[in-house]
């Protein structure tokens, strides 16, 4: 499992993001206040999202079809996303995300988000053996900037 560090367990590219989306987004985000105005008035150029802005929310205009389609509930989803065998362990829990965010999304960025396993490390636990797996998210937009950088952790036993 270890051999395979690195490797990309997930890509997509969203369609060029629309100023509505933003709108919407940013209404739906600060709601029951109102959002600020930089988010909603047309006029001033291109929109800007707020951070947490996700333009895969809806569809996706292409995505990375994987080795073998785990099942949802899977806890070797990762491992068989790109093709090796899992560690078989049959509980997972979410362990924690870390973000950093970089160039802002503008209506118009089409984004491309690449998940690549970053690194596991074993402990024991009171359950018994367990397993530290952390995958990093990575987007950028259609010049190669980055807009985000994340690390999920994932806990099995």
């Known amino acids: 499992m270890r ?3 690195g490797a990309v367990a997930d890509w997509r590219v969203s369609f060029p993001v629309a100023a509505s989306d933003i709108r919407r987004w940013a209404i739906a985000v600060y ?3 109102p959002p600020p105005a930089h988010f909603v008035v047309p006029g001033g150029g ?3 999202a707020p951070e947490e802005f996700n333009p895969f929310a809806w569809i996706v205009a292409d995505r990375m079809v994987p080795a073998v389609a785990p099942l949802q509930r899977d806890s070797d989803r ?3 996303t790109i093709g090796i065998a899992g ?3 049959r509980h997972q829990i979410n362990g924690g ?3 950093v965010y970089g160039a802002p999304i503008r209506a118009g960025d089409v984004i491309r988000s690449e ?3 970053h690194s596991y490390r074993e402990k ?3 359950m018994g053996p367990m397993l530290i797996t952390v995958t990093e998210v990575e987007w950028t937009n259609q010049d190669g900037a980055r807009v985000k950088l994340g690390h999920d952790t994932s806990i099995r036993y």
């Open 124 to 126: 024991t636990g009171r």
């Open 115 to 117: 998940t690549r396993l």
């Open 3 to 5: 051999a395979s560090l």
């Open 31 to 33: 709601y029951p206040d």
């Open 87 to 89: 560690p078989g362990l």
């Open 97 to 99: 995300s870390e973000v």
């Open 46 to 48: 291109l929109l800007v």
């Open 78 to 80: 990762l491992e068989k």
